[in-house]
Protein backbone atom coordinates (compact mmCIF):
# COMPACT_ATOMS: atom_id res chain seq x y z
CA UNK A 1 0.00 0.00 0.00
CA UNK A 2 1.15 3.61 -0.69
CA UNK A 3 2.06 6.35 2.08
CA UNK A 4 -0.80 7.35 3.81
CA UNK A 5 -1.89 11.20 2.22
CA UNK A 6 -1.48 13.05 5.86
CA UNK A 7 2.17 11.54 6.03
CA UNK A 8 3.14 12.53 2.27
CA UNK A 9 1.28 15.82 2.24
CA UNK A 10 4.08 18.21 3.08
CA UNK A 11 7.43 15.46 2.94
CA UNK A 12 8.84 17.53 0.57
CA UNK A 13 8.52 20.97 2.50
CA UNK A 14 9.65 19.05 5.34
CA UNK A 15 12.74 17.79 3.95
CA UNK A 16 13.64 21.48 2.24
CA UNK A 17 13.30 23.21 5.28
CA UNK A 18 15.60 21.02 7.57
CA UNK A 19 18.21 21.13 4.45
CA UNK A 20 17.96 24.95 3.83
CA UNK A 21 21.63 25.38 5.40
CA UNK A 22 23.42 23.18 3.60
CA UNK A 23 23.77 22.96 -0.66
CA UNK A 24 21.10 19.93 -0.56
CA UNK A 25 18.29 21.80 -2.31
CA UNK A 26 15.24 19.22 -3.38
CA UNK A 27 15.02 19.67 -7.63
CA UNK A 28 12.72 18.08 -10.17
CA UNK A 29 14.88 16.02 -12.12
CA UNK A 30 14.54 14.04 -15.20
CA UNK A 31 16.41 10.25 -14.40
CA UNK A 32 17.79 11.05 -18.12
CA UNK A 33 19.59 13.58 -17.67
CA UNK A 34 21.25 11.89 -14.60
CA UNK A 35 23.59 9.79 -16.81
CA UNK A 36 24.72 13.12 -17.51
CA UNK A 37 25.37 14.43 -13.80
CA UNK A 38 24.98 11.86 -11.59
CA UNK A 39 25.46 13.76 -8.51
CA UNK A 40 23.14 13.87 -5.59
CA UNK A 41 23.42 15.19 -1.88
CA UNK A 42 23.98 12.29 0.44
CA UNK A 43 24.27 12.33 4.41
CA UNK A 44 24.76 9.23 6.77
CA UNK A 45 23.07 9.89 10.12
CA UNK A 46 24.05 6.86 12.42
CA UNK A 47 26.50 6.19 15.82
CA UNK A 48 30.13 4.34 14.11
CA UNK A 49 32.34 1.91 16.63
CA UNK A 50 35.17 0.67 14.98
CA UNK A 51 37.04 -1.70 16.80
CA UNK A 52 39.93 -2.91 13.75
CA UNK A 53 42.66 -4.65 15.99
CA UNK A 54 43.07 -8.10 16.30
CA UNK A 55 44.66 -9.69 19.33
CA UNK A 56 44.98 -13.22 18.03
CA UNK A 57 48.96 -13.73 19.18
CA UNK A 58 48.85 -10.86 22.19
CA UNK A 59 50.27 -12.00 25.07
CA UNK A 60 48.14 -13.08 28.09
CA UNK A 61 50.40 -11.66 30.83
CA UNK A 62 50.33 -8.33 29.76
CA UNK A 63 47.35 -5.75 29.87
CA UNK A 64 45.73 -4.38 26.48
CA UNK A 65 47.02 -0.90 27.29
CA UNK A 66 50.19 -1.82 27.46
CA UNK A 67 51.00 -3.49 24.42
CA UNK A 68 52.13 -1.79 21.28
CA UNK A 69 51.78 -3.27 17.68
CA UNK A 70 54.89 -4.62 15.83
CA UNK A 71 56.22 -0.73 14.47
CA UNK A 72 56.15 0.57 18.23
CA UNK A 73 53.35 2.42 18.11
CA UNK A 74 50.65 2.29 20.45
CA UNK A 75 47.26 1.11 20.11
CA UNK A 76 45.00 3.82 19.65
CA UNK A 77 42.13 3.27 21.89
CA UNK A 78 39.81 6.08 21.58
CA UNK A 79 38.63 4.51 18.39
CA UNK A 80 37.21 1.58 20.12
CA UNK A 81 34.55 4.39 21.49
CA UNK A 82 31.38 4.70 19.91
CA UNK A 83 30.83 8.20 18.36
CA UNK A 84 28.40 10.12 16.15
CA UNK A 85 29.10 9.57 12.00
CA UNK A 86 30.69 13.46 10.51
CA UNK A 87 27.69 14.06 9.59
CA UNK A 88 25.54 13.77 12.46
CA UNK A 89 28.31 16.04 13.60
CA UNK A 90 28.37 18.32 10.86
CA UNK A 91 24.92 18.20 10.57
CA UNK A 92 23.52 17.87 14.00
CA UNK A 93 21.02 20.43 13.83
CA UNK A 94 19.33 19.01 10.49
CA UNK A 95 19.43 15.45 12.18
CA UNK A 96 17.37 17.12 14.70
CA UNK A 97 15.31 18.53 12.70
CA UNK A 98 14.52 15.92 10.28
CA UNK A 99 13.91 13.50 13.61
CA UNK A 100 11.08 16.08 14.56
CA UNK A 101 9.55 16.85 11.61
CA UNK A 102 9.32 13.42 9.58
CA UNK A 103 9.57 11.34 12.64
CA UNK A 104 5.95 10.20 12.41
CA UNK A 105 6.51 9.37 8.83
CA UNK A 106 10.23 7.75 9.44
CA UNK A 107 7.88 5.26 11.53
CA UNK A 108 5.32 4.51 9.49
CA UNK A 109 8.35 3.10 6.93
CA UNK A 110 9.65 1.37 10.09
CA UNK A 111 6.34 -0.70 10.70
CA UNK A 112 6.28 -1.04 6.94
CA UNK A 113 9.13 -3.00 6.69
CA UNK A 114 9.10 -5.06 10.30
CA UNK A 115 5.81 -6.06 8.71
CA UNK A 116 6.92 -7.47 5.87
CA UNK A 117 9.74 -8.74 6.80
CA UNK A 118 9.28 -9.50 10.99
CA UNK A 119 12.12 -12.64 11.27
CA UNK A 120 14.67 -10.87 9.74
CA UNK A 121 15.21 -7.93 12.36
CA UNK A 122 15.11 -9.50 15.81
CA UNK A 123 18.51 -9.53 16.23
CA UNK A 124 18.78 -5.39 14.96
CA UNK A 125 15.92 -4.81 17.23
CA UNK A 126 18.55 -5.97 20.28
CA UNK A 127 21.14 -3.87 19.17
CA UNK A 128 19.50 -0.89 18.64
CA UNK A 129 18.77 0.05 22.25
CA UNK A 130 22.54 0.07 23.00
CA UNK A 131 22.93 3.78 21.21
CA UNK A 132 26.07 5.39 23.31
CA UNK A 133 25.33 8.36 25.36
CA UNK A 134 21.73 7.32 25.46
CA UNK A 135 21.26 8.70 22.19
CA UNK A 136 17.90 6.79 20.69
CA UNK A 137 17.29 6.27 16.91
CA UNK A 138 14.09 7.95 15.26
CA UNK A 139 14.28 4.91 12.99
CA UNK A 140 14.57 2.37 15.87
CA UNK A 141 14.87 -0.36 15.71
CA UNK A 142 17.59 0.53 12.98
CA UNK A 143 20.34 2.92 14.31
CA UNK A 144 21.11 4.48 10.94
CA UNK A 145 19.48 7.00 8.78
CA UNK A 146 20.97 7.93 5.15
CA UNK A 147 19.33 10.41 3.64
CA UNK A 148 19.50 10.92 0.01
CA UNK A 149 18.40 14.09 -1.74
CA UNK A 150 17.73 14.47 -5.78
CA UNK A 151 18.66 10.27 -6.15
CA UNK A 152 17.40 8.92 -9.18
CA UNK A 153 17.17 5.85 -10.47
CA UNK A 154 16.14 4.63 -14.30
CA UNK A 155 13.09 3.16 -12.26
CA UNK A 156 11.48 6.43 -10.48
Known amino acids: TTMPEHLRKDLEKA ?22 NPYFNTFHFTHECK ?9 TTAHPLMLRNSEGSKTNHSQFI ?50 PGNDSSPISPFTSLVINVNATTLVH
Open 82 to 131: CHPSKDMQRYGEEYRDICKSIGETLQWVVEKVLRLHPDLFQDVVATASLI
Open 15 to 36: IEACFKNTDAVLKDTNSWDLRK
Open 51 to 59: YLTQGDEAP
